[in-house]
């Protein structure tokens, strides 16, 4: 059996030289106030909208044992979401970053979401498939 791509990256966050924080940005699509029929019509039929982030957190990998548990402790701790948004951050000198660093980093995956500028995160669906945005 194959590693799926969110064990793919808690691997690879847990093999590198110096200690990583996994930095998640939970998100759901929403209709713009000022859509057009067309753009309301392809929303309500699953497609298009804006991704608006809904909360974030930082889990060493060591703290997630798969997508199952990140997705479980999400829908404990906040509203529904459809996609999440993963990078990592790494530490220096054998010490994890900061949490200033952490905070400073997840502000910028929110601003790069609120513009559109997803495609240097990994992204993951509910059930922790990956999702690609601009591709054909």
């Known amino acids: ?43 309500l039929a699953g497609a298009g909208g804006t991704l608006s982030p809904l909360m974030c957190v930082d889990k060493a990998a060591s703290d997630l044992a798969d997508f199952a548990a990140l997705a479980a402790e999400a829908k404990l701790a906040g509203p529904p979401w459809q996609i999440v948004f993963a990078a990592a951050l790494s530490g220096q000198g054998g010490k994890p970053p900061s949490q200033a660093q952490v905070e400073v980093a997840l502000q910028g995956m929110v601003d790069a979401i609120h513009v559109g500028g997803v495609g240097r995160y990994a992204a993951f669906d509910l059930n922790g498939d990956p999702i690609q945005f601009g591709g054909r």
């Open 1 to 43: 059996m194959t590693d799926s791509h969110f064990d793919q990256l808690l691997k690879a966050a847990a093999s590198q030289p110096e200690p990583q924080r996994l930095l998640f940005v939970f998100t759901a699509a929403e209709l713009p106030a000022d859509a057009t029929e067309a753009q309301r019509e392809h929303f």
